[in-house]
């Protein structure tokens, strides 16, 4: 029967390999194998360390939600810059980074984005976003038909009222009404899916086997704000 150990750092190999990993617990396995001076670290030193460390090759996706997850935790980027707000949603949702193509994130990317950045670091403001991010989101929800925002995208600004999302079904009010309760539906989907990967990510959190450290009193408290 392998050793206690090895079967440890099986799991946390397969962990790493893993393109739908979270972010979250892949920052967890570098903190607890590296320390905070990882923070430091460019990119391309993080997946050196790793393949020193566990003799294996980072995933571009994850070595991009490392990088992400540490610039959340490290500076109020993503709260204050458009730019970083839309990478950092595109990555924490799996996408590759690509510095030289725009990626508009999505309805469902900055919903997970903006749940697993409060997560990882929660901001002391009561509204840490800038008004160009809320109206970003506000434009993205119009662009997309949502008439019910996703609720962690209540904070969304607009131009316009939301009903002008419907206006080009204004000759059939039923028609209309029916693409309404669609479209209603389509955020009640996106809030069930947010709050089902809250609870995966914390299964996951909780089923690490770190060697400095214990996610159980993380995920303890997490559950009780999830």
């Known amino acids: 029967m392998p050793p206690i150990e090895s079967i440890q750092r099986n799991h946390i190999r397969q962990v790493l390999l893993d393109r739908e990993t979270y972010a979250t617990v892949l920052l967890h396995i570098a ?34 939600k490392i990088m992400a997850a540490i610039g959340i935790i490290t500076t109020d980027s993503f709260f204050k810059s458009i730019y970083h707000f839309i990478q950092y949603c595109n990555v924490l949702c799996g996408d590759v980074f690509d510095p030289y193509e725009f990626d508009p994130a999505t309805v469902a990317e900055m919903a997970w984005g903006i749940t697993e950045a409060l997560i990882l670091y929660p901001p ?7 008004d160009d991010i809320r109206y970003y989101i506000g434009m993205r929800l119009k662009y997309e038909g949502f008439v019910r925002p996703p609720n962690i995208l209540r904070i969304a600004l607009f131009d316009g009222d939301m009903s002008d999302a419907l206006a080009e079904y204004g000759d059939d009010p039923d028609f209309q009404a029916k693409v309404r309760a ?7 989907l996106i809030d069930n899916a947010v709050k089902e990967n809250v609870q995966k990510l914390l299964t996951d959190l909780e089923k690490l086997s770190l060697t400095n450290g214990d996610t159980k009193k ?3 408290e997490l559950r009780r704000g999830a």
């Not at 669609?182 to 009640?188: L, M």
């Open 31 to 64: 903190i607890d194998t590296f320390g905070t001076e990882l923070f430091e670290w460019t990119r391309d030193t993080v997946a050196s360390e790793f393949m020193q460390e566990y003799g294996l090759i980072m995933p571009t996706t994850n070595l991009d």
């Open 218 to 220: 993380a995920v303890d």
């Open 124 to 130: 002391d403001e009561d509204e840490p976003f800038t």
């Open 182 to 188: 669609e479209r209603q539906d389509r955020g009640a």
